[in-house]
């Protein structure tokens, strides 16, 4: 097929008059709605009208599954493939379909059937190490890799996963950061690529540079439900909940039924159609950032220094949850360190005892009287240990919660306190606790 003005494509013409349908074709498709996600709806479209015709041959019924794939119709695709041509591009996608469904044994098997026919082998290999990955087997997935040599090698498809299996492997992660660069290198509009590595600039908190690897990632076709679902949370961080909407709706679109999407647009959209004072929210977040300054911050006498650290208050916000009182009951504690506390805060427009009303009773010890030595180290680990997504991993740096026994000492009502945390996400934590025979305090 010859290369065409991609704003000018009739996208669903294309699908339906098309006489060769192969991998050439796959990729235009593909990029058209890279360039222009306009073109998602032509190809839904034109996938109607095939879905009409009765008449449909063999080879056309593996257009039309492809094309079902390509909109995420994976079941769909996989019962037209079934009834297709049984052409090497059937069986391929017949794999993609098994792979994405969770049949990897199957999916394995796909992919030796499409290599047998005459699907490019190494196209095969690579999808095989993929399944292997995904069912556990990294050891054998990267040994496929291994296998693997020639031009294929400087493939984005190849470099993507075997950074995506190195970074399985312990002590590798920097190879694995090499190779997604590598990948993108090579394919600018590689999503894999450019969600792996934009989910390790979220890990390590470089959230802007993360925010444009999703956004990157967001635009390829077809994206990872990944991508999507981490770029919209971003974008609700920063209240700006239409462009969140925009990527829960490209979800929905391909997966109308997804529950936590569901859930997640449904939110954004209550959220976002709220009317907030800007002014009023300035004053907040300053004074947020107030309130979160630590008191070592601040110059004050070695006296009130160790006063305030037997106390435990670190910040200036657990200051203002203390009366005069209380602090003077401190032992060593007197007038003299009282009067510079009070100036430090005035300075600040704060005052002792200003927000005691929000002062909250620390969490619970937990009892591990009745817990094995291993069940206690368990709570000692850290959260990040949960794989918990990307929301509800915020939720935990909000919270300063930084080991699972932190976690387990909060009640359900603790976690739906923090900003856009829901019901979805502390089915998820609770879900992972559970995996783990712990649950949340109240529980």
Known sequence: MSEVDLDVLDLKQMVLTSNAFGPNEVGEIRKAITENYGHFGELREAVQELEQ???LTPASRTKMGVCQFLLGRFQDALDTLTSADG????????????????????????????????YNE????????????????????MG?????????EQTADYMYQRAATAALIGGRMDEAVNLYQRAVATDENHAGALFGLALENDRLGNDEEALQLYERAAKAFPTGLGALTNLGVMYEDRNDYEKAQQCYKRILDCFPGHPRTALYMKDASATGNMLYDEEAQRRNDRLTQILSMPVTNFELSV????????????????????????????????ETSLVEIREML???????????GEKKANDPPIDTS????????????????????VRARKCMTRLQINSIGELIRK???????CKNFGVTSLNEVREKLADLGLKMRGD
Request: aromatic share 6%; with cysteine.
């Open 53 to 55: 015709d009765e008449a």
């Open 87 to 118: 052409s090497a591009m059937a069986l391929f996608y017949t794999a993609r379909c098994r792979f994405e469904l969770g049949q990897y044994d199957e999916a394995i098997q796909a992919y030796e059937n499409a290599k047998v026919s005459g």
């Open 122 to 141: 190494d196209q095969c290999k690579i999808g095989v190490a993929e399944a292997k990955r995904y069912s556990g087997e990294i050891e054998e997935a």
């Open 144 to 152: 496929i890799l291994d296998d693997i040599f020639g031009p294929a």
């Open 303 to 334: 006296r009130s220094r160790n006063c305030l650290q037997k106390m435990g208050i670190e910040t200036i916000g657990e200051l203002t949850r203390h009366s005069e009182q209380e602090l003077l009951g401190s032992k060593n504690f007197g």
């Open 346 to 356: 005035q300075q600040k427009g704060l005052s002792l005892g200003q927000f005691a």
């Open 370 to 389: 009745h817990m094995s030595a291993d069940e206690q180290a368990l709570l000692e680990r850290p959260i990040a240990d949960l794989n918990l997504s």
């Open 411 to 417: 009640t359900g009502d603790d976690m739906l306190e």
